[in-house]
């Protein structure tokens, strides 16, 4: 698959863009959507998606902006209750671009609204997992109390933390590449690797 990682290293954010027959999909992107469009320049793809893994609380993300100004469809949980122009992507949900299918997982735990998004091209699988599973930590259940469409305590995040890491991945294969939201030096984990990337 033809995927490029975009660090924001202030914020030890990743975003990621997927590129298939000519056509882009841009994962969690920064607020600066500039290197995302540099990038399609010179694969000469057409931007035509964003996925959202959740609402960001440490970071403004640039999903609204290249909208308006590529028309991508932005793709989200319905249980983030967004007001912008989007189309829902949870459980069961498939979007296709060029070989590449595109398929969502709802994983609850450091937000209720947190969706893993799973990519796959024949046999090779990646899994963008926002702020949910990072490489060697999980993501921080205490940042929802009071933000958000959807308020949830600290211990049913926890709780449904726990349960989306026993349950939610088990289907995938064990040579799932890893890409996360974040990694070493962000506040939303505790023991995240220097590693960008890893398999499951």
Aim: hydrophobic share 35%; aromatic share 8%; net charge negative.
């Amino acid at each position: 698959m033809n995927i490029t990682q975009f660090e924001d290293k202030p914020l030890a954010h990743y975003s990621y863009t997927i590129i298939s027959d000519n056509k882009m999909a841009i994962v969690d992107p920064s607020r600066d959507p500039k290197p995302y469009y540099k990038l399609a320049e010179k694969e000469n793809a057409k931007i035509v998606a964003v996925f959202e893994t959740h609402p960001h609380a440490d970071f403004v993300s640039s999903h609204l902006q290249i909208h308006k100004e590529t028309g991508a469809t932005i793709f989200v949980s319905k249980l983030v209750g967004a007001n912008y122009p989007h189309k829902t992507f949870d459980d069961g949900d498939v979007f296709n671009l060029g070989s590449i299918q595109f398929s969502a997982i709802n994983t609850p735990g450091h937000s209720p609204d947190s969706i893993t998004i799973i990519a796959k091209n024949n046999a090779d699988y990646a899994m963008f997992s926002g702020d949910t599973l990072f490489i060697g930590d999980v993501g921080r259940p205490d940042l929802r109390e009071k933000a958000g469409n959807m308020k949830a305590k600290r211990e049913e995040l926890a709780k449904s933390m726990y349960q989306t890491m026993q349950t939610k991945f088990n289907d995938l294969p064990d040579n799932t590449i890893v890409y996360p939201a974040h990694g070493a030096g962000s506040l939303c984990g505790k023991n995240l690797s220097k590693d960008a990337s890893s398999t499951l």
